[in-house]
């Protein structure tokens, strides 16, 4: 994180943010996979709803790095709470470069909840090449689509939206769609194995009416916008989510091996050379991954001509090593692993959703893959 008392205040808020309200109402977000209101306003009551955005409209300029460590410790006591706040992050970040200034206001003030609007039954994982289309009217432009899946979907205060260009050419074209438009219809509520609280949903339009000034950056250049700001800070907040999945998997399963006793011969669990084998293996992993986001954000940092690389790369491990890691937490505490107070089987399903989110890991290996054999990735 940045260095200096801003920062110092940054982290003392947030640590008795995790520790009072995030931490203790994670279980019951998942129960009943609600949204998680009460954390979400704490975020916002502590400004760091604006973590993204430039002081200049109120906001804490905290940097990629700083937020990146922002989604990692909420992610250890909630992992929707965390996916929630990466994707207002990701949003956000679009409203910085083209937004107006009360949106970016709105947005680092909390009082504009931001999300991405990008995955579409038609194009699936692809999620830069839209089938969902805009057309002129006589009183602006109309969108129709069906979006696959929106974290916050009720929730938002608007969408960060693709579609088809209007009529430049090229892959797409973004713009903010007020989620109180009319023509838009939410096919919740979500109801999922894992991240219960994040309010994914399914999202349709029916000629729905935005002004044209609704545009976010030129016409046709979306794919632009997508693979410049959307793709480092989601992939970087993602991986981080998962990171921070993983640490507290490693704590909480450490601390049920410490703890567990064999009666008939007064020993631990972590008395046995097998379960500290899995714990070292855990924590190795979880290092690993760590260090490969500390890497890619060094690489965004420096401009490096690696960057790319690194940023393709840090979510695909970390989403894949998070389900190592829990996999080894479930094995490790065995029975105990399927009860609700223990905590695991939550991290265990929470990180699943890495995988699946566009861009999933098979994608990434597929860029990865071509990067590394000197092809054109689209």
């Known amino acids: 994180m940045m260095p200096g008392t801003n920062t110092e205040n940054v982290e003392t808020k947030l640590d008795q943010i995790c520790a009072e309200i995030i931490g203790p109402a ?57 996916m929630v706040l990466c994707m207002h992050y990701c949003g956000t970040a679009v409203l910085e470069a083209y937004g107006s200034q009360d949106v970016r206001r709105a947005a680092a003030a909390g009082d504009h909840l931001s999300t991405l609007a990008f995955s579409e039954a038609g194009s699936r994982s692809h999620f830069w090449a839209p089938v969902s289309t805009a057309r002129r009217n006589a009183n602006g432009v109309l969108l129709d689509a069906k979006k696959s899946w929106v974290t916050s979907a009720s929730k938002a205060t608007a969408y960060v939206w693709s579609s088809q260009p209007l009529e430049a050419p090229g892959f797409s074209t973004i713009w903010l769609v007020p989620a109180s438009a009319a023509g838009l219809t939410v096919h919740g509520p979500f109801d999922g ?81 097998t379960i500290r084998n899995y714990l070292a293996r855990m924590q190795i992993k979880t290092d690993m991954a760590r260090g490969l986001l500390e890497e890619t954000l060094a690489a965004i940092e420096a401009g490096r001509g690696d960057t790319l690389l690194r940023v393709l790369e840090c979510k695909a491990a970390a989403g894949e090593t998070a389900n190592e890691v829990l996999d080894m937490a479930m094995r490790i505490c065995g029975g105990f692993a399927f009860r609700k107070d223990i905590g695991v089987e939550r991290y265990f399903r929470d990180a699943r959703a890495a995988g699946v989110m566009a861009p999933t890991t098979d994608v990434l290996y597929d860029f990865i893959g071509k990067a590394v054999c000197g092809m054109q990735l689209f």
């Open 26 to 82: 994670a279980p019951e977000v998942d129960r009943t996979g609600s949204f998680p209101t009460e954390s979400i306003a704490a975020l916002k009551n502590a400004g760091l709803m604006g973590a993204m955005s430039a002081r200049e409209v109120g906001g804490l300029g905290l940097g990629l790095r700083t937020t990146a460590g922002i989604i990692r410790r909420v992610s250890r006591e909630c992992g929707s709470t965390a």
């Open 193 to 273: 194995l894992g991240l219960r609280g994040n309010d994914s949903s399914p999202v349709s339009a029916a000629g729905v009416h935005v002004p044209e000034s609704a545009m976010l950056g030129p016409d046709g250049k979306g794919f632009d916008v997508m693979m410049g700001i959307v793709l480092p800070v989601f992939n970087v907040l993602n991986a981080a989510c998962s990171v921070g999945l993983m640490e507290a998997a490693v704590e909480r399963t450490t601390r049920h091996a410490a703890n567990t006793r064999y009666s008939h011969i007064t020993s631990s669990l972590a008395d046995l050379p």
